[in-house]
C-alpha cells in the first residue's frame, strides 16, 4: 500500500509561489500515476493536475494551465505541484493522490494525502 504525505502550503500573497511536495512511501510507486487535486470551502473537491510517474505525461485544468507545474523525483519517490501566479480563487485544501488510471475524476484514485491548506491573499 502506497501511503502519501504533503507538505509545502501556506499563506502567499496574489502573484506569488509555492511549491508543494507529495512523499509516497510503500510498495513501488512507478506504476501509479499521481494526481493534485483541490477542495475549496463549500465546493466540490476539483482535478488540479496529473502525472505518470514512469512516462512524465501530464495533464492540466484550464484554470491552472500555464501557470501549475507538476513534476516528480523518481529517485526520492516525491511529486511535485509548482504553482506561480497564484490567485485568491486558488485557496484552497491541496490534496495529492495515486491511482493506477489515467483520469481526472477524484473517484477513481485510491490513495489520498492529508491535504495541506493553500491561502492566496489579494
Same mark, same amino acid.
Given at each position: 500500500?502506497?501511503?502519501?504525505?504533503? #507538505?509545502?502550503?501556506?499563506?502567499?500573497?496574489?502573484?506569488?509561489?509555492?511549491?508543494? #511536495?507529495?512523499?509516497?512511501?510503500?510498495?513501488?510507486?512507478?506504476?501509479?500515476?499521481?494526481? /493534485?487535486?483541490?477542495?475549496?470551502?463549500?465546493?466540490?473537491?476539483?482535478?488540479?493536475?496529473?502525472?505518470?510517474?514512469?512516462?512524465?505525461?501530464?495533464?492540466?485544468?484550464?484554470?491552472?494551465?500555464?501557470?501549475?507545474?507538476?513534476?516528480?523525483?523518481?529517485?526520492?519517490?516525491?511529486?511535485? =505541484?509548482?504553482?506561480?501566479? =497564484?490567485?485568491?480563487?486558488?485557496?484552497?485544501?491541496?490534496?495529492?493522490?495515486?491511482?493506477?488510471? /489515467?483520469?481526472?475524476? #477524484?473517484?477513481?484514485?485510491?490513495?489520498?494525502?492529508?491535504?495541506?491548506?493553500?491561502?492566496?491573499?489579494?
Amino acid at each position: 500500500q502506497v501511503q502519501l504525505v504533503e #507538505s509545502g502550503g501556506g499563506l502567499v500573497q496574489a502573484g506569488g509561489s509555492l511549491r508543494l #511536495s507529495c512523499a509516497a512511501s510503500g510498495r513501488t510507486f512507478s506504476r501509479y500515476v499521481m494526481g /493534485w487535486f483541490r477542495e475549496a470551502p463549500g465546493r466540490e473537491r476539483e482535478f488540479v493536475a496529473i502525472i505518470t510517474w514512469r512516462g512524465s505525461s501530464t495533464m492540466y485544468a484550464d484554470s491552472v494551465k500555464g501557470r501549475f507545474t507538476i513534476s516528480r523525483e523518481t529517485a526520492t519517490n516525491t511529486g511535485y =505541484l509548482q504553482m506561480n501566479r =497564484l490567485k485568491p480563487e486558488d485557496t484552497a485544501v491541496y490534496y495529492c493522490a495515486a491511482g493506477e488510471i /489515467w483520469t481526472t475524476r #477524484s473517484s477513481s484514485y485510491n490513495v489520498w494525502g492529508q491535504g495541506t491548506q493553500v491561502t492566496v491573499s489579494s
